[in-house]
């Protein structure tokens, strides 16, 4: 759960990229696993940085009140409170998507490009 965190530095210009491109299409009307899906993707890009973690976890919040949601609802509150300070701290499980399901502490395999996204930004993922 220690990732190696880059302290007081931007998000690198194509992590940028690739997290506002989920972000958008969260946010953005469509079916409800998509944007679930580039929620939780937005979620793994960000952990590493207070403030697009905490945003993530607000997209999600509005996601699971759209739907009803009322324990995917509560658990993103609680999330919103502990993003920032985990994210500051460095600790955060790599690879959790951030929902309610999956625990607050659970590390989970990351897949697809990002994986190849945060190495390239100078994240440093446990094996």
């Known amino acids: 759960m220690d990732s190696v965190v880059p302290r007081r530095t931007p998000m690198p210009a194509p992590l940028l990229q690739a997290f506002t491109a989920e972000m958008a299409i969260a946010r953005a009307p469509g079916p409800a696993p998509l944007r679930w899906q580039a929620a939780e993707r937005a979620h793994i ?28 609802a509560l658990g993103q509150i609680v999330r919103l409170t502990v993003a ?9 499980p790599d690879g959790n998507t951030g929902r309610t399901r999956a625990g607050l502490t659970t590390p989970m395999p990351i897949r ?11 994240i440093a993922l446990r094996p």
């Open 45 to 72: 890009l960000s952990q590493p940085w207070p403030w697009p973690h905490t945003r993530t976890h607000a997209v999600m919040l509005r996601l699971a009140l759209r739907e009803r949601d009322v324990r995917e």
């Open 84 to 92: 920032a300070p985990g994210s500051a701290a460095g600790k955060y």
């Open 112 to 122: 697809g490009d990002l994986p190849d996204l945060l190495r390239d930004a100078g």
